[in-house]
């Protein structure tokens, strides 16, 4: 008699172990969240078609809704947060070929960043280009920019290379600033992020740390960045200096390229629709006590 290769009862446990290697639907990965927010459970709204490449996002009071921009698109769009409506706040603001990549929303105008490290300033009652302002960077080289913020304690936009031709080799990741007194970039680099720290705290040296969007807290006052390539949420100083680092869920993350947060700290992180439908997720902010900010 022939012995049996495996006992009959040991294959569903076989074939269950190869779905799950297949899809990756039971890995047992545990995911580290920020003090006040849990990543796993947010509120996901569905953004539709015409958000698939939603590029940058910016909290507005005044809805309160948040202002969102696709750079397949030449419109800035609003998304109501009580209504979950999406509404053409402003079109034909820029050209067709103008790659815009983040939004910056203040009190007289909207900032709008190219991913060549241009921004635009397009006044709160244009309703067309004719009145818009631009001011590059002229950096050298070949140079790619997702991310845009203003910081108060800076009187000034931020914005971060993705990639930039001067940072071969070195392993940072550049912030510039433009200053909105003199309306002007400044003559050198803002700071740096150091991209060593970065897969030093997350103890793996294949991360690739390339900002695609950031926001600063309004609590904490620390920097959020997300590196939308490999999944990151990074938190800095305003000054580029990392303290904290998560890899995100790529099922519920697969392609973060925005960031807002609430005045009281809630958060918004957008999802380009490049793995799927684009998505708007919504994360409360929780105090020390453990009670959700309102």
């Known amino acids: 008699m022939k012995k049996k290769l495996f006992d009959s009862h040991l294959v569903p446990i076989l074939i269950t172990i190869s779905i799950c290697w297949l899809f990756s639907g039971c890995t047992n990965?545990?995911?580290d969240f920020p003090v006040g927010y849990d990543l796993k459970k947010p509120q996901?709204?569905?953004?539709?078609?015409?958000?698939?490449?939603?590029?940058g996002l910016a909290y507005d009071p005044v809805g309160p809704s948040l202002i969102a921009i696709s750079d397949s698109k030449d419109k800035i769009i609003q998304i109501g947060l009580k209504t979950k409506k999406l509404k053409d706040l402003k079109e034909h603001i820029v050209g067709p070929d103008s790659d815009i990549e983040d939004i910056v929303a203040s009190d007289t105008a909207y900032y709008l960043l190219s991913s060549w490290g241009e921004i635009v300033e397009v006044p709160l009652k244009a309703t067309d280009s004719t009145t818009n302002q631009t001011f590059d960077l002229n950096l050298p080289g070949q140079n790619d920019f997702e991310t845009l913020y203003f910081d108060p304690t800076a009187n000034g936009l931020i914005l971060i290379c993705k990639t930039c031709a001067h940072e071969k080799?070195?392993?940072?990741?550049?912030?510039?600033?433009?200053?909105?007194?003199?309306?002007?970039?400044d003559s050198v680099a803002f700071f740096t992020f150091s991209k060593d720290e970065v897969q030093r705290i997350l103890k793996d040296d294949d991360i690739q740390f390339d900002p695609s969007a950031a926001a600063i807290h309004p609590i904490n006052k620390r920097l959020y960045i997300l590196s939308a390539a490999s999944h990151l949420l990074v938190i800095a100083d305003t000054r580029g200096k990392i303290m904290e680092a998560y890899k995100l869920n790529p099922d519920l993350f697969p392609q973060a390229e925005g960031i807002a947060f609430a005045p009281n700290g809630d958060m918004y992180i957008s999802n380009e629709g490049k793995f799927g439908s684009p998505t708007l997720l919504y994360f409360p902010y929780k105090t020390p006590g453990n009670k959700t900010s309102k």
């Not at 080799?169 to 970039?185: E, M, P, V, Y």
């Open 169 to 185: 080799g070195k392993n940072i990741r550049t912030a510039f600033r433009f200053d909105l007194q003199t309306r002007a970039f």
């Open 29 to 31: 990965i545990n995911y």
């Open 44 to 55: 996901v709204q569905q953004l539709g078609k015409v958000m698939n490449e939603i590029s």
